[in-house]
């Protein structure tokens, strides 16, 4: 009994030195940490004023999250909180203006900045029709059922609207370009329309898919050229087509047990456990256009070094692929972003190596004529 009291009353000296100390909200907590037990000793007082907040963060999905709460179901429509598809649609323009560039010169920044508003919202509006047709399908999958049509967050006549919104705004970025790009550009709408509906009658959508996301391999040459150049821009955009088959292919993996049970269609589906050969295969073709691409647009080293870069990636990325296991295919699928950086960073650098090469033989003729 004299033991325990005397241990109490050790405790309430302690807490009164502690409030002493701290002041009035000090003295709250330390009376009630006195309270406790006889661990006591170990409790540290709280650095901040008032509750924790959640660290900030700038994460695409976060910044989603911290928009108003009725404008939300629209930037997830349009599908911002996930921005890796931008980036996939984004990137084979950026190689395309960056192989259109003068030797020793950069890309053209007004150029990569417009096509980058672009392909936001032409992702968007892909999204957006993706999402129309496949409202009923999608509450069947369990990744999709949320999804803000699916759910009812936006009826089928607002997302229309806002379907509209985007189409506008994306033509006044069309506009901007030349008359033949213009034409070019809009050619590819048919296919943003009719990519959805392809899942539903072969096991290649995919494909279609590629056809409609590389469209910028086309695009961004003619809008720095005026026109495209077949000898580099068939095999770019052929490139791409490759590239998308890979991707995709992984990330139809995800939903392959769903899409049987639904009735939907993909390649993941079609090449089942022969996934690894088929994709080496498209690698090797990717990688063998992009090779084409650099000789007839006269690249060099850094370019090519670029590509060794990318097909070592891509064995790792085929070769640890799991496709039982849904999260390992997302984090694969989403790895191709480097990929697309790798590429575009070789064709600036090579771009650039080419003025080097160019004064070297520019130095080299002279010589020969004085001698």
């Not at 506009?175 to 899942?199: D, E, F, Q």
């Not at 849904?326 to 480097?338: A, G, L, Q």
Request: include cysteine; proline fraction near 5%; charge should be positive.
């Amino acid at each position: 009994m004299l033991g325990a009291g005397s241990a109490g009353l050790a405790r309430a000296l302690r807490a009164g030195t502690q409030a002493w100390l701290w002041g009035a909200r000090g003295r709250s907590l330390a009376l009630l940490h006195a309270a406790r037990g006889p661990h006591a000793a170990d409790w540290q007082p709280s650095a901040g004023r008032g509750p924790r907040r959640r660290p900030l963060s700038l994460s695409a999905a976060a910044v989603v999250n911290s928009a108003p709460r009725p404008l939300q179901p629209y930037l997830r429509l349009m599908r911002l909180d996930k921005p890796i598809g931008t980036w996939l649609l984004y990137l084979p323009c950026t190689w395309s203006i960056g192989l259109a560039a003068d030797p020793g010169c950069l890309p053209d920044w007004y150029m990569l900045s417009l096509f980058g508003t672009g392909a936001v919202l032409m992702r968007g509006a892909g999204c957006t029709i993706n999402d129309m047709w496949d409202q009923d399908f999608d509450k069947k999958v369990t990744r999709t059922a949320s999804r803000p049509i699916a759910a009812g967050d936006i009826s089928t006549f607002q997302s229309f609207a806002f379907l509209g919104g985007q189409l506008t705004l994306a033509l006044g970025v069309l506009l901007c370009l030349n008359h033949y790009s213009i034409a070019l550009g809009a050619a590819s709408l048919l296919l943003v329309i009719t990519y959805p509906l392809m899942k539903r009658i072969t096991y290649w959508p995919q494909l279609a898919l590629g056809l409609t996301f590389n469209w910028g391999a086309l695009l961004g040459w003619s809008a720095v050229k005026g026109s495209c150049d077949p000898s580099v821009c068939l095999p770019l955009y052929f490139s791409g087509i490759m590239w998308t088959l890979i991707y995709d292919t992984i990330y139809a993996h995800q939903d392959k047990k769903d899409d049987a049970l639904i009735g939907l269609k993909s390649t993941a589906l079609r090449f089942r456990e022969d996934t690894r050969k088929w994709l080496t295969g498209f690698s090797v073709a990717m990688l063998g256009a992009l090779s084409l691409v650099g000789v007839s647009s006269g690249q060099t080293a850094p370019y090519y070094a670029a590509l060794a870069a990318v097909g070592a990636h891509l064995a790792h990325q085929i070769y640890t692929l799991d496709i039982h296991r849904p999260e390992d295919c997302w984090e694969k699928f989403t790895s191709n972003r480097t990929i697309g950086l790798i590429i575009f960073l070789g064709i600036v650098l090579g771009n650039l190596w080419k003025a080097k090469e160019t004064d070297e033989t520019k130095k080299n003729i002279e010589n020969r004529i004085e001698n």
